[in-house]
Structure formats: structure tokens, C-alpha cells
């Protein structure tokens, strides 16, 4: 399986791996994500985050619904694609997880390839 570390996306994996400093808010480690978001619409950045919220929690049907939304709404941005990549990778869907990881690299061609991170195990 092609696996993936999108810096544009990082976001997307840095939330979902536990980057909620606890009071709600996500924290993003990096220059390059924090420098990515900054372009980022208002609602692009509510619905990843709303998307990463699920996803944290566990309740991977609900992120792949948020980002399936969000791969309609903002079919050109590489972190819907990453996300819903994300949650259908965790809900056991290979198929459309990687059909979304491949729209997450056709959109993003010239970043860095390695590992995505793997779900959390129990929702944790």
C-alpha cells in the first residue's frame, strides 16, 4: 500500500495522533503545517478540525462522513483527501482509503513520501 506524509495534510495526522492540547483546541507542531494552515479557509480549517475531532475520539464513520463532505466542498485541498484517507483506512475500507490516498498525492506531487500514521488503537 502507497502510505503517505503530507506536509499540507500533516495536520490532519498531527490531530488525529493526539495534538488536542485538552481544552479543545489542537495544537500542530511544525513550521510546515503551521505555515499551511495559514492558508487555509475558515471553514476548510473548522471541517478538518471537526473531522480530526471524530477521528480522535474513535468515531471513524462520523470523520469519513465530515471529510467525505469536505472532499466535496474542497475537492482540490490535499487534507480532505488525507483525512478521509484516515478514517476509511481505520474503518477497514483499503479500497476507498486508497483511492482517497490517491487523490491526496495527485494533489500534492511534490511533497515528501513516507509512513502515515495508523489509527489509534481503541479510539485512543
Known amino acids: 500500500m502507497r502510505l503517505i506524509r503530507v506536509a499540507i495534510a500533516a495536520a490532519v495526522a498531527v490531530s488525529a495522533c493526539g495534538g488536542d492540547d485538552g481544552g479543545g ?26 473531522g480530526n475531532a471524530a477521528y480522535r475520539t474513535g468515531n471513524y464513520d462520523e470523520a469519513a462522513r465530515i471529510f467525505q463532505r ?40 511534490s511533497l515528501p513520501r513516507d509512513s502515515a500514521p495508523q489509527p489509534p488503537a481503541n479510539g485512543q
Do not use: C, K
Request: charged share 25%; glycine share 10%.
Open 70 to 109: 469536505g472532499t466535496r466542498e474542497f475537492p482540490h485541498h490535499g487534507a480532505t483527501w488525507f483525512g478521509l484517507y484516515m478514517a476509511e483506512h481505520a474503518r477497514g475500507n483499503i479500497a476507498a482509503a486508497d483511492s482517497a490516498l490517491g487523490r491526496a498525492e495527485a494533489l500534492t506531487p
Open 25 to 50: 483546541e489542537i495544537r500542530f507542531e511544525g513550521q510546515e503545517v503551521q505555515e499551511a494552515r495559514r492558508g487555509w479557509t475558515p471553514e476548510l480549517a473548522a471541517l478538518v478540525d471537526s
